[in-house]
Nanobody, 124 residues
């Protein structure tokens, strides 16, 4: 089993920055791909970022390209999401997810473990 705990969410003004962290514990050796998803009220959960085991390959949703950057530290078992130039439409609950599958995983269905989520609110 793997446990994921996100932190770093909060309230920020438009144009501001936030960095989310996701710490993994448990059977972390089994984790391959990781990702960040978000879900706004009344909307479906969407993939924001996917990152390979090594961190060398990443996927970014078009809506966040150039503004969000993800990295992972496999020694600390932590993945990060640096968000800048935040917009009100980035407001959502952000979830970290871990997959046992290798490569780059974008589909939520292929993720095996999920964090509890952290709220990000961007005011205009």
């Amino acid at each position: 089993q793997v446990q994921l705990v996100e932190s770093g969410g909060g309230l920020v003004q438009a144009g501001g920055s936030l960095t989310l962290s996701c710490a993994a514990s448990g059977s972390t050796f089994s984790i391959n791909a990781m990702g960040w998803f978000r879900q706004a009220p009344g909307k479906e959960r969407e993939s924001v970022v996917a990152i390979s085991r090594s961190g060398g390959t990443t996927y970014y949703a078009d809506s966040v390209k150039g503004r969000f950057t993800s990295s992972r530290d496999n020694v600390k078992n932590t993945v990060y999401l640096q968000m800048s130039s935040l917009k009100p439409e980035d407001t959502a609950v952000y979830y970290c997810a871990a997959s046992l599958a290798g490569g780059l995983v974008v589909s939520a269905r292929r993720y095996d473990y999920w964090g509890q989520g952290t709220q990000v609110t961007v005011s205009s």
